[in-house]
């Protein structure tokens, strides 16, 4: 059998069939009824959030967050290490990315660079908690404040971690989410927005369903909303997040006991109560990622170059400028597989087979 980097977990069906047999009943299958309300609830409760809005993706997320910030134009400062719809979502928005390098040690923005970065152009920070692991918020929040900027978080890897005893997903001016299947936390396809202050919430509400109330057109809109069988989906699978959770804990554990000596790792802040999204690993060089990933291939496991390229270097984006740190962890960067039924015998499998493909320094 193939090990991917990835499995998608699922509830019993029955536990599915369930709340499917509601939507069937009230006959209302989107429009925001009851899974939609009941999830968003959980949601709150779970974040400690006010203002939360299910969304149909964490990229339509990203994109509504911009527009009911009122960013219509202009630069974004934002990292080149992260997924491509980081990027993209500000793109397609009609703004410009503007990259500032990264933490060597755990690959979020270098908030140490960002104020070089800022131009009478630029309206908004948009870091990203990549592979769950906390930017530097309060860093980010001072030049916020001292630029008048707004801040999003892409915090598409952040359910269920908590920094410096919140929710790492609440942060900023607004905290985007995915629930996409190879997330932690899924409902198949979907995502989140939270949001700091409710006059945003409202017209985010507004925005996320097309703009109107009824027949007052009130401002321009989207379709973003999420349907009944997709919450459906996500309160089924609610009650099994802290075993998820443990589960990719206790395979966290065995790779680092087999691979600490041996494998360069991202440092945690010591703030963070990490929920085990990902398993990152840094190789030597790429010469020693592909040599590794060969022999894993070999015996049908098949991790992945996460993130791979360095963003900055799309091929459909203006020439932006270099950024070595990016670059330079991009080509050796690799996520190992880690969901909760991974077998622990195949975790030290891959852990041995890892350690057989390294490179002499
Ligand atoms: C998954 C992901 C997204 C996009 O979310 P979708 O729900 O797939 O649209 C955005 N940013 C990051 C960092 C992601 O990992």
């Known amino acids: 059998m193939n090990i991917y980097v990835t499995k998608s977990f699922t509830p019993a069906l029955d536990e599915y069939m369930h709340y ?8 209302i299958l989107t429009n925001t009824g009851s899974c939609v309300k009941g999830l968003e609830e959980k949601l709150r409760s779970f974040l400690g959030v006010e203002n939360i809005h299910y969304v149909t993706n964490g990229t339509i997320a990203l994109q509504l967050a911009l527009a ?10 934002t990292t080149p290490f992260s997924y491509v719809a980081t990027t993209s979502s500000i793109l397609w928005e009609k703004c410009k990315p503007v990259f500032v390098d990264i933490e060597p040690d755990n690959f979020t923005i270098d908030a140490s660079k960002i104020e070089a970065a800022i131009t009478k152009d630029t309206k908004a920070i948009m870091a990203v908690h990549v592979f ?20 999003i978080y892409d915090a598409a890897h952040t359910f269920g971690s ?12 607004i905290s985007t989410l995915s629930f996409h299947a190879t997330k932690l936390f899924h409902t198949v396809e979907g995502g989140a927005c939270i949001v700091k202050d409710k006059a945003v919430s409202d017209k985010l509400e507004l925005q996320k369903r097309f703009g109107h109330n009824k027949d007052d057109h009130i401002t321009l809109g989207i379709n973003g909303k999420q349907s009944e069988f997709h919450a459906a989906m996500g309160l089924a699978n609610f009650p099994y997040i802290s075993k998820i959770i443990a589960g990719r804990k206790a395979i966290s554990n065995i790779y680092d006991t087999i691979l ?18 990902y398993y990152p690993v840094v190789f030597k060089s790429e010469k020693e990622l592909l040599n590794v990933f060969s022999i894993l291939n070999d015996n049908n496991i098949y991790p992945r170059r996460y993130f791979y390229p360095s963003l900055n270097n ?3 984006i ?15 960067i690799a996520c190992l597989p880690l969901y909760p039924d991974l077998p622990h015998e195949n975790v030290k ?8 493909g390294l490179l002499c320094p």
Not at 20 to 27: C, E, L, P, R, Y
Not at 68 to 77: M, Q
Not at 349 to 356: A, P, V, Y
Request: net charge negative; aromatic share 8%; glycine share 6%.
């Open 132 to 151: 769950g692991y906390a930017c530097d918020i309060d860093a980010i929040n001072a030049i916020a404040d001292k630029y008048n900027l707004k801040v």
């Open 314 to 316: 799309l091929p459909y």
């Open 162 to 173: 908590v920094y410096k005893g919140r929710a790492l997903s609440s942060y900023g001016d």
């Open 260 to 277: 600490k000596e041996h494998i360069q790792r991202p440092k945690k802040q010591v703030d963070l109560q990490y929920n085990y999204a």
């Open 20 to 27: 499917v047999k509601d939507i069937f009943a009230s006959g």
């Open 349 to 356: 499998q891959i852990s041995e087979l890892i350690i057989k």
């Open 318 to 332: 203006e020439k932006a400028a270099s950024c070595p740190v990016s670059e330079d962890i991009a080509l050796r």
């Open 68 to 77: 009911a910030l009122d960013i219509t134009h202009g630069e974004i400062i």
